[in-house]
């Protein structure tokens, strides 16, 4: 699949948001986990993935 | 996964120029922003220069931004917080990654990073590894000394992430990489140029082992010096060792920044998804955009959040490359990659020298082994340059080989060298980086 035609740009679109669910349900964890570190740290970590899929999909905030 | 697909990022690496550009630019606006929202040496860098992150809209503006120097950083760390100074962008506890540079050029730099930044670290070496052939069916072997240095820390978690075995070879010597190489069948390794050839040497000298028949290595990435893309350089190590040999170059306050596709089209692809480069006239400092034209590197991190490197004064001669290049990659190419340093191309006899120059004379001369030094100084009030070189193992004649290297070193760079020929085994050795470029002219 070439990424820069319009099917890819919806196939990206589409992972694009899927990410952004990913980010949220790592955030909440991240969040309702200050007293247990095995969540919280594995959590940071989902979101510093998150956030490379992010730049790898053009997705990142502005 | 399909692992012949040829791009690590599909998307990234065959955008657009102008896609690539808006990109560049949406990043290169929000790196600012974040810089002087959090760091004080950049807020004051950029008031003192009457900037503000909204001022710059267009590519254009991107050079009302100040320079960043390496002298500058070594003055920021002076300062709080510890060890890091005022161009840190984030509390310390989210500092996960403690590296520092060298010195080969003064004082150690320091460098944070956040586990964001490493995972963009190792990003950026995933898609040069990938682009030089890596795979999962890998097995990866790292010689280097595990520690303080970048070098090829984030090659190794990129492998990991590409999904290659890795086996670190760190607190072994020479002989015992080489025999765990062997054991272990392993495909692919990782060093700089001269410590390449080094264990082409020992293997040889010391194993009776000839690492192109008797070792598995297909593919071998170098790093920390220019010699890969050195054509005779690169042609020693690929005859040495039977495998195909790529360059990549980075810097420890920059990132992993170009590297050479398996095209090996003898440039190097700028990630220009993850930096901005930017090529500047070496006296005037104007702007270079067009192809061929030499200069000096002046190169943004692009999504680099701890310690930003913004417009960071390189001081690497590059140039950029005019055609596409076959692998199908839209990164901007820089033939002959890192063609020498600013504060190594120097003037002797009124002549620019760059050291790579020699070193692509020298390996590529029958009867001479890979090591050599040179020594600029004066002798009265004239530049003289002693060349120190040593014979191939085996070889003895080292009259016609002398004649030969004068002739080849006038033609290809304008000028006379006394040159000493020494026994083979005689000049030191570097594991890491070679300092083979000596400048004593200015030395009181």
């Known amino acids: 699949m070439k990424q820069n035609d319009m099917a890819g740009r919806l196939h990206l679109s589409l992972m694009s948001s899927k990410v952004e669910q990913l980010k949220e349900a790592a955030e909440w964890l991240r969040v309702h986990s200050e007293e247990f570190p095995a969540v919280n740290r594995n959590a940071k970590r989902i979101l510093a993935s998150v956030a490379m899929l992010q730049i790898n999909l053009g997705a990142d905030e502005a | ?444």
């Not at chain 2, 072997?141 to 090829?152: D, M």
């Not at chain 2, 002989?175 to 410590?195: F, G, H, N, S």
């Not at chain 2, 901005?276 to 030499?294: K, M, S």
């Not at chain 2, 040179?374 to 009030?381: A, I, L, N, P, Y």
């Open chain 2, 1 to 444: 996964m399909n692992d012949d697909v040829p791009f690590w990022n599909p998307y990234l690496e065959t955008m657009s120029r102008e896609e690539l550009e808006t990109l560049q630019l949406k990043k290169f606006r929000r790196i600012v922003k974040w810089a002087y929202e959090k760091s004080r040496f950049h807020r004051s860098l950029y008031d003192a220069a009457g900037l503000r992150p909204e001022d710059i809209r267009t590519m254009e503006d991107v050079r009302k931004v100040p320079k960043v120097e390496k002298s500058m950083m070594r003055d920021i760390q002076r300062k709080d917080p510890f060890p890091y100074g005022d161009a840190l962008c984030v509390p310390l506890d989210e500092v996960v990654e403690f590296r520092q540079t060298s010195g080969t050029t003064g004082q150690p730099v320091y460098q944070p990073d956040t586990w964001q930044d490493w995972e963009w670290w190792s990003e950026c070496w995933a898609t040069l590894l990938w682009a030089q052939g890596y795979r999962p069916r890998d097995r990866v072997f790292l010689p280097f000394g595990y520690n303080i240095f970048v070098a090829f820390w984030a090659g190794h978690y990129a492998c990991e992430k590409i999904g290659c075995e890795i086996v670190p070879g760190g607190v072994l010597d020479t002989k015992a990489r080489l025999l765990k190489m062997q054991e272990v069948r392993a495909t692919a390794m990782m060093a700089t140029p001269t410590y390449v050839l080094g264990m082409a040497e020992v293997a040889t000298k010391k194993l009776s082992l000839d690492p192109a028949r008797e070792l598995g290595i297909r593919r071998i990435t170098c790093a920390g010096e220019p010699g890969a893309l050195v054509p005779s350089t690169k042609r020693r190590m690929e005859q040495a060792w039977g495998a195909k040999v790529y360059d990549h170059t980075g810097a420890t306050e920059i990132g992993a920044w170009g590297f050479e596709c398996s095209a090996q089209p003898g440039a190097l692809h700028v990630n220009e998804a993850m930096f901005l480069a930017e090529i500047e006239d070496l006296d005037t400092g104007e702007a270079i955009t067009e192809p061929g034209r030499t200069g000096k590197l002046v190169i943004t991190a692009l999504d680099r959040i701890a310690q930003p490197c913004i417009r960071f004064d390189s001081k690497d001669i590059v140039k950029f490359g005019v055609d596409p290049c076959d692998c199908g990659r839209t990164y901007r190419l820089m033939p002959g990659g890192v063609v020498g340093r600013a504060d190594d191309i120097t003037k002797v006899k009124g002549v620019l020298l760059a050291p790579s120059a020699i070193e692509d004379v020298v390996r590529s001369m029958p009867g001479l082994g890979d090591e050599y030094e040179v020594t600029v100084e004066k002798r009265g009030d004239v530049d003289h340059i002693l060349l120190r070189v040593e014979l191939a193992q085996g070889t003895t004649d080292s009259k016609s080989v002398t004649e030969a290297l004068a002739t080849e070193l006038r033609v290809k760079t304008n000028l006379g060298y006394e040159i000493q020929v020494h026994p083979y085994g005689s000049l030191p050795r570097y594991e890491m980086k070679a300092k083979r470029f000596k400048d004593l002219r200015y030395i009181g």
